[in-house]
């Protein structure tokens, strides 16, 4: 019997830092600025068993979500205008908006739960997530799924 994998979301400073040189070498053998695994791997300095490794577990969030629905809640001030303000973030990048629950504030503070369909043309997703986070009145955002 197999076991399931398990997928985790990280924000790019808890990612150890060889997994993060391995996602460089990858892209530079994508744009074939290099031609091998050895040139990659010397140019950002990790060893290649480091690369082979972990090269098929890591990748960029943006890379591998066209096509996929994530989701994530946000903690938001009750603000006119605030909610318009991230759905328009949503539609900046041409996502497909799915579903949207907002819990009732309470003290001045409500949830957004927010379901988004990627599509082939969709932005950048992490962009889009960074700027919601951004908005003055969101005060929290984490990503609960992707499927």
Do not use: W
Request: hydrophobic content about 40%; overall charge negative; aromatic content about 6%.
């Amino acid at each position: 019997m197999s076991e399931k994998s398990k997928y985790f979301v990280l924000k790019q400073k808890a990612v150890p830092e060889v997994l993060l040189k391995v996602v460089e070498a990858k892209r530079l053998l994508e744009s074939e600025r290099v031609m091998t695994v050895q040139e990659a791997t010397e140019q950002v300095g990790i060893s290649r068993s480091s690369f082979y490794k972990y090269k098929d577990d890591i990748f960029p969030f943006h890379d591998e979500a066209k096509g996929k629905t994530v989701t994530f809640v946000l903690q938001m001030e009750d603000a006119p205008g605030l909610l318009s303000m991230v759905l328009n973030i949503v539609a900046e990048f041409c996502a497909n908006i799915l579903t949207i629950h907002q819990s009732i504030p309470i003290n001045g503070v409500a949830s957004l739960t927010l379901s988004i369909e990627v599509l082939p043309t969709t932005g950048d997703v992490s962009a889009m997530i960074e700027k919601i986070e951004e908005q003055q009145g969101v005060h929290y955002l984490k990503i609960l799924g992707r499927e």
